[in-house]
């Protein structure tokens, strides 16, 4: 039985909701052969939101991690290949922070591959009819920041851990918020994260397809 733990952000930029936190709350619910779900809340915050990670870590010893944010913009469910070690915010975070071309660890590498199988999960999603691409690009905001924390905490002290992340459109209650943007159904979101699971702890070996988005 594979452990699983799930984050996703806490609403942020004064937005009273975050697509992915109300999709990953649903997750608890799921019951995938193979896999026991955690799920967790975490910080929208530089710093924090990775030490809350480790502790969650530390505290339920995972075999795979799979962070989930919102990407305002985006209409498909988007597995991310790399992150970058880089912080370069556009807008403050929770605490009001800003940082701007900071690495996030400052002797650590510039990239971290993810370690999930992006392509098997992608090739899942749309074989159930959801729209799902590869994402090349985290962002440089605390989704990146997370992913690149995780990253790094595989490669230096977690080895037998797999983990990435998964970035989700709005929801169409946000959407609908005075913002003419594109959205997914919750009851989608959270199917396509439940496919990802499952997909997840059942593929050693990611596939060899492209998967990435047409623009």
Sequence with gaps: M????????EPFGGDRTNAAWEAVKRLSDFKPIGAEITVMQIPTVFGRSVEALKQAIRDHRPDVVICIGQASGRKEI??????INI???????????????????????AAYWSTLPI???????????IAAAVS???????CNHVFY???HLIATECPRMRGGFIHVPLIPEQAEAGRDLPNMPLESIVRGLAIAIETTVNVERDIAETGGREC
Excluded: Y
């Design 2 to 9: 594979s452990k699983v733990l799930v984050t996703g952000f």
């Design 78 to 83: 988007t597995p991310e290949r790399v992150a």
């Design 87 to 109: 912080d370069d915010a556009r807008i403050p975070d929770n605490d009001g922070q800003s940082p701007i071309d900071e690495p996030i660890v400052p002797e650590g590498p």
């Design 119 to 129: 392509k098997a999960v992608v090739r899942e999603m749309r074989a159930s009819g």
């Design 136 to 142: 090349n690009s985290a962002g440089t905001f605390v």
């Design 149 to 151: 924390g995780l990253a």
